[in-house]
């Protein structure tokens, strides 16, 4: 099992990634003192650039611990931007540090001892995990940095694209090299599954390209491995949704003539619908997440629809 995503989300993240790649650097040979000199300033600039966030999260623990919610909180963490959390933004200068410093460290292991397998599919992984810090940063420049709305509205559709194709390149590499032999399976949101594009803040989706639009780490699968994969989406007529140990909201009842509503006529909490020896015939439906769209060809989006009539939250236990 292993993770695909740029994203570094959990507090403590610095700390637990530091030690992979530094455990990695001191077993090359010739090259092990500059790999490692790169190593650091690779990890200098990324805890730069990572400071916000973790900073952020702990602020919000703090209050959350505290008994501090809803407009509270969010007072809360306004008054903490102003004297402590705006000092911690990140900077376009450490992007460029991070970026100069993961190029050269790319280069110099790709220079490396390549006749050994164990080697290359550690250092294989390594730069996947490499390029994909580097992708991650620069979406923490976007997010968190000082913009102007106009520009903080161009770069959400930049940071989606990046992340999505980064992801897909390290599901790629996966596929192709660490994994070449076996059949895998990869858990994401719909959002991602899809062969479809999407606008920012999903309030459309299309089969084709769409011009100023996002491509899903699905899309670019799609156009590699063509029929060898098989995507499922998941849908649901009503319910709540969450995240873990939130409040939940719920999901209001699909419209009647909705694939939803149609699915919920079965009766059946739980329904598999193949899609791909479908003939095409348009129908509205849930695309990527709740909102009702009409898809001309839902084959094209998903090869099979997973239907839960009734969702609930994920729980921790």
């Known amino acids: 099992m292993s993770g695909f995503d740029m994203q570094l989300t959990a507090p403590g993240t610095l700390d637990y990634f530091a030690a992979e790649p530094r455990a990695f650097l001191r077993t090359l040979g010739g090259t092990r003192k500059e790999a490692e000199k790169l190593g650091e300033q690779v990890l200098e600039h990324f805890g730069r650039l990572n400071r916000y966030v973790e900073a952020l999260a702990a602020k919000a623990a703090e209050l959350g611990r505290a008994g501090v919610t809803g407009a509270a909180q969010g007072a809360a963490i306004q008054a903490w931007q102003k004297v402590e959390g705006d ?3 990140p900077v376009a200068g450490d992007l460029n540090g ?7 460290l790319e280069r110099l292991l790709q220079q490396g001892d390549r006749t050994r397998t164990q080697v290359l599919e550690r250092e294989g992984f390594m730069l996947r995990a490499i390029e994909s810090l580097a992708g991650y940063d620069a979406n923490l420049l976007e997010m968190y940095g000082k913009h102007s ?8 559709v930049t940071g ?5 194709q980064v992801n897909a ?3 790629r590499w996966l596929i192709d090299t660490a994994c070449a032999d076996r059949r895998i399976m990869v858990w994401a949101h719909n959002a991602h599954v899809m062969n479809a594009w999407y606008e920012k803040g999903f309030d459309s989706i299309g089969l084709e390209p769409l011009r100023d639009g996002m491509k899903p780490t699905g899309a670019w699968l799609a156009g590699w491995y063509g029929e060898a994969l ?5 849908t649901a007529y009503q319910g ?13 009842a699909a419209p009647p003539d909705s694939l939803e509503g149609l699915l919920h006529r079965l009766r059946a909490p739980e329904v598999f619908l193949p899609l791909r020896s479908l003939p095409a015939a348009p129908i509205p439906m849930r695309i990527p997440k709740y909102k009702v769209e009409a898809v001309v060809n839902p084959a094209r989006a998903y090869d099979a629809l997973y239907f839960i009539d009734t969702m609930k939250p994920a729980t921790s236990i």
């Open 87 to 89: 000092a911690l933004r």
């Open 98 to 104: 991070l970026l100069e410093s993961t190029a050269a």
């Open 149 to 156: 709305p106009e520009t903080t509205d161009s770069e959400a």
């Open 160 to 164: 989606e694209n990046r992340r999505d």
């Open 169 to 171: 390149e390290n599901l």
């Open 230 to 234: 098989y995507k499922i989406g998941f």
């Open 240 to 252: 709540s949704d969450g995240w873990v140990g939130a409040t939940p909201a719920p999901v209001l």
